[in-house]
């Protein structure tokens, strides 16, 4: 199946295999990041340059994507909010407004604006389309000093199931889905596994993560995820990836 993917946080990372694996597999990629993914300039895939705590850029990269919907080959027109913060990851008396600010920006607001004006824009075309969420087992397991991605990734997760219920009877609608990845090779788990345990508490159980091996290389989660996001899942139900 021939697809567009509108997928957030591609510089690095989850995301950049995922955008990788889609490419390779004929789809186009329309990439969202501060910084430009090593993916800019391969063919089918576009960069936009942008930060999901300033969402200015959603309406025309919006009239982009409809000019590449002209092409009668594709099948799936599909919004995978894949970026996210961990920080900060603190107890909750030391993060700093601004820091807060922007983890809820991005981890919470952005997904539900950017798939309110995705679905305003798309809703009457008659193709298969799909938003997908990346969520967390930490969506779901209450951990010390991750109180603010705990949150979001919990919002996000019934933000999910309550459009997969409004999504469930409309004809055309949007498939909804949400993706726990499981433990991923990243950024992030790098930034958790290196911090100070007197101040993340976590840490020596993402220490101990990497050393029992539970934690995947970020391809191999990409073919998987690819795989939930090509499928019809349970509407707006989490959908793990096991290693
Ligand atoms: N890794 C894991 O073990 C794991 C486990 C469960 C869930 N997840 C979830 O999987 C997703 C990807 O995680 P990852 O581990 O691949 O993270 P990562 O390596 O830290 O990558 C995060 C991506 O998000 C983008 N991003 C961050 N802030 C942004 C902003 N303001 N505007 C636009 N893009 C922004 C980054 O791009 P720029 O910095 O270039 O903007 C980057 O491409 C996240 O939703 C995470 O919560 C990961």
Redesign the pocket.
Known sequence: MKGIYLI?????????AVAARLLATGNRVVG????PSPLDGKPGYRQVL????DTDWIETMLEGVKEDLDDDRIELLCLFH?????EPACAIEACIADDIR?HVA?NLT?PMLLTARFMAFFGGLELRKKVAF?????AQMAFPDMAL?CST?AALSMFSQCLGQEQADQSHGFEIAAI??????????KIARAKDPARFRPSEMFRGAKASGV?QD?ETAARAICELLQARTEMGKTVSVTK
């Open positions: 957030t946080g591609t510089s690095r990372g989850i995301g950049q969202i990041s501060r910084t942008g930060s999901l705590a894949n970026a996210a913060l961990v922007q991005v952005a990346m969520t967390s087992g930490a991605y990734k726990n990845p499981g433990m991923v090779e990243s950024d992030m788990q934690v970020p």
